[in-house]
């Protein structure tokens, strides 16, 4: 079985990164990561990618004069990985519009909060001020707008009484760990078309439950 090559795009500490680490581990997953790029040298992803033996590559965004000379850069590297695929994972660079139509649904991202809601930064905080029942993660392609595009997989979880931005933030995570694996594995299978700005799964649009929370024995 050829597995699709991933490259992830970190800036952070990298635990999704990890979920998708554990995940590719599974010899029957349908996806291996092939490089790992952050554009901040030092940060704790690096460190799990070279702790699992993948490339792990630094493209300093502070070392480009503009941001279209760091996305040639970025895009060199990624090609240089023989990538096929990019999820963005903690990656704190706006991508231009040219980028992200060069890498057009072959780019994955992972946000903090049941999309459209609370796009951008503060998430959490956000979500609690609004008083919302419930918050979540969502995996969707990328567009220019900032975390916009096309839904692959949400999970929700209840926001609790007394919750902070940390708890909520604990509570989503977790769920992020669970669906980027999900939504890396149902792109890797072909089983993911973009139709009319919407994701289709199975040439349809999915079955709710499939998507919201999803067991978790679907998730490898
Ligand atoms: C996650 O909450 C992700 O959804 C958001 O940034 C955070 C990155 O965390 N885009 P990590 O680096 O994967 O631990």
């Known amino acids: ?13 990298g635990s999704n990164l990890q979920a998708l680490i554990d995940a590719c581990a ?3 997953f349908p996806a291996e990561i092939v490089a790992v790029i952050s554009n901040r040298p030092g940060v704790g992803g690096l460190g799990r990618a070279a702790a699992a033996g993948i490339p792990a590559i630094v493209v300093d965004h502070r070392a480009y004069a503009s941001r279209a000379d760091f996305e040639t850069a970025l895009d060199t590297a990624l090609h240089e990985s023989g990538a096929q695929i990019i999820c ?5 660079r706006i991508l231009t519009a040219d980028f992200v139509e060069r890498w057009r649904d072959r780019c994955l991202n992972i ?5 459209p809601a609370f796009p951008g930064l503060d998430t959490h905080a956000r979500a609690l001020a609004a008083g919302v029942r419930f918050a979540g993660c969502t995996v ?6 900032v975390d916009a595009g096309p839904i692959i997989v949400q999970a929700a979880v209840p926001v609790l009484p007394g919750d902070d931005e940390a708890a909520l933030a604990a509570r989503v995570l977790a769920e992020e760990h669970r669906i980027y694996p999900l939504a890396l594995k149902m792109v890797a299978e072909g089983r993911v078309r973009v139709a009319d700005g ?6 349809a649009a999915a079955p709710i439950g499939a998507l919201i929370n999803p ?3 679907n998730t490898t």
């Not at 946000?111 to 999309?115: A, D, G, I, V």
């Not at 969707?140 to 707008?145: G, K, P, Q, S, T």
């Not at 919407?198 to 040439?203: A, E, N, R, S």
Request: no cysteine; hydrophobic share 50%; proline share 5%.
């Open 88 to 92: 963005s994972a903690g990656f704190m």
């Open 198 to 203: 919407q994701v289709l799964i199975d040439g």
């Open 140 to 145: 969707h392609f990328v567009r220019a707008e």
């Open 215 to 217: 067991a978790p024995e």
């Open 111 to 115: 946000h903090p909060s049941l999309l």
């Open 1 to 13: 079985m050829a597995r699709l090559k991933t490259a992830v795009l970190i800036s952070g500490r």
């Open 26 to 28: 599974e010899a029957s």
